[in-house]
């Protein structure tokens, strides 16, 4: 019998642990043209490369991944992780990828967001979850700030892409700015 894990669910999509089929899906985005564009990917990796990186990330307490699933079809989409955890501080690096590009602009890039943060603010205790974001990714930009993340300054040429250097925000969220939130959508209900 086979288990379907949901750690934590949403209503377009659900987080999981990764499992091993996932790679699959790891090493398709990472080699994608679209994906790389979008995420500054620039070598391509093999499928031994992309599971050493994944048991890296693992083999570490400052880092803890999901693979980002749709509810409807049970389809691994994508990845979602906080990278950097300070337990000292509370505070954690945010990462998403949506790896198929199939599957962008239908809001679970948002949904993920979302679970991420009550994630890390309701469990894991964290003060502040932060992530850096192309100046020129406005889609990614307003579904960060529709979870309530708020530019708090730009990284200037911080990365070399087509023959330019790009600028980049750096964006956050803190646990106060969070409740504030969620208790005004309660409100509102």
């Known amino acids: 019998m086979k288990y379907s894990v949901k750690f934590a669910k949403g209503e377009k999509i659900y987080l999981r642990p990764v499992e091993e ?17 979008t995420l500054f990917l620039f070598f391509p990796m093999t499928y031994e490369q992309v599971k050493n990186e994944i048991q890296t990330i693992f083999s570490s307490k400052e880092n803890l991944t999901f693979t980002i699933v749709e509810n409807k079809t049970d389809i691994p989409v994508g990845q979602t992780s906080f990278v950097r955890i300070d337990y000292v501080s509370r505070m954690a690096t945010f990462f998403l990828a949506i790896w198929n590009p199939g599957y962008w602009s239908k809001g679970y890039g948002t949904e993920a967001t979302r679970l991420m943060v009550e994630y890390g603010f309701d469990i894991l205790n964290l003060n502040r979850i932060q992530l850096h974001v192309a100046v020129e990714n406005q889609n990614a930009i307003k579904a960060y700030e529709k979870c309530g993340f708020k530019t708090e300054g730009t990284l200037r040429q911080a990365m070399y892409h087509h023959n330019r250097y790009c600028d980049f925000h750096l964006m956050a969220i803190l646990r106060s700015e969070f409740y504030s939130m969620k208790q005004n959508f309660s409100a509102n209900e």
């Open 21 to 37: 089929t996932d790679l699959e899906l790891f090493y398709f985005g990472k080699n994608n043209p679209d994906v790389r564009e």
